[in-house]
């Protein structure tokens, strides 16, 4: 059964700063990845999606995947208070499409 | 905004009690799922539709059913309710199985 992990569980990076978001995952099959975001008292929303090994650019955000390693990583760059949110990694491996999600990192950025 | 729509947005009940929350999405995908998320935030898969049709079903007890009346909707019943159902419920929507979700706002349920 696919473990998707994730690290830090908490990071508190000052405003303008670089917050970087760690995720593991088991199973070798896994071909879909994505980065979501969830405020407080909101439900999740997708940040970006990464399905290639390398680096994924959109404005602030990076997002780099390994499969060999099994590790994908975002980063966010010059952070903001509003990026203050819980970070979920999610893995979908490609013969059920079942999506597993990590246990999230909470990210607070103060001003 | 909001294209996935959860309700109710909170409901208390007791233990024992049966409950329904309903999801609706009007983005015209063709794949629906419910989530629970507890205390702890952890966010887990409970179901999967794909154009009516159950495809993913994961270990939840037997009290837990999902309803789907057409591809936009998908609800959630549960019969008797117990303590440890207190979470809040999250349904999505993705076109298909490998696509982006996206997700409603939620349905928080206390069991008391």
């Known amino acids: 059964q696919q473990k998707v992990q994730q690290s830090p569980e908490s990071l508190i990076v000052p405003e303008g700063g670089m917050a970087s978001l760690n995720c593991t995952f088991s199973?070798?099959?896994?071909?879909y990845f994505w980065w979501y975001r969830q405020h407080s008292g909101e439900g999740p929303k997708a940040l970006m999606?990464?399905?290639?090994?390398g680096d994924k650019k959109e404005g602030r955000f990076t997002a780099h995947l390994n499969k060999a390693s099994l590790y994908v990583s975002l980063h966010i760059k010059d952070s903001q208070p509003s990026d203050s949110a819980l970070y979920f990694c999610?893995?979908?491996?490609?013969?059920?499409?079942?999506?597993?999600f990590g246990k999230g990192t909470s990210l607070v950025v103060h001003p | 905004e909001t294209a996935v729509f959860q309700t109710p947005n909170y409901h208390v009940t007791q233990v024992g009690n049966e409950v329904s929350f309903n999801c609706k999405q009007t983005?015209?995908?063709?794949?629906m799922y419910w989530y629970k998320q507890d205390s702890k935030k952890l966010l887990k898969i409970m179901f999967s539709?794909?154009?009516?049709?159950?495809?993913v079903n994961e270990t939840v007890p037997r009290r837990f059913s999902p309803q789907s009346s057409d591809k936009a909707h998908l609800n959630l019943r549960i019969k008797s309710v117990e303590p440890e159902d207190s979470a809040v419920y999250l349904c999505?929507?993705?076109?298909?199985?490998?696509?982006?979700?996206?997700f409603g706002p939620g349905t928080r349920l206390l069991v008391l």
């Open positions: 199973d070798r099959n896994s071909q």
């Open positions: 999606s990464i399905f290639s090994n």
């Open positions: 999505a929507s993705s076109p298909g199985g490998r696509d982006t979700q996206y």
């Open positions: 983005l015209g995908h063709d794949t």
């Open positions: 999610a893995a979908v491996s490609g013969g059920n499409y079942k999506p597993t």
């Open positions: 539709y794909n154009n009516k049709q159950l495809i």
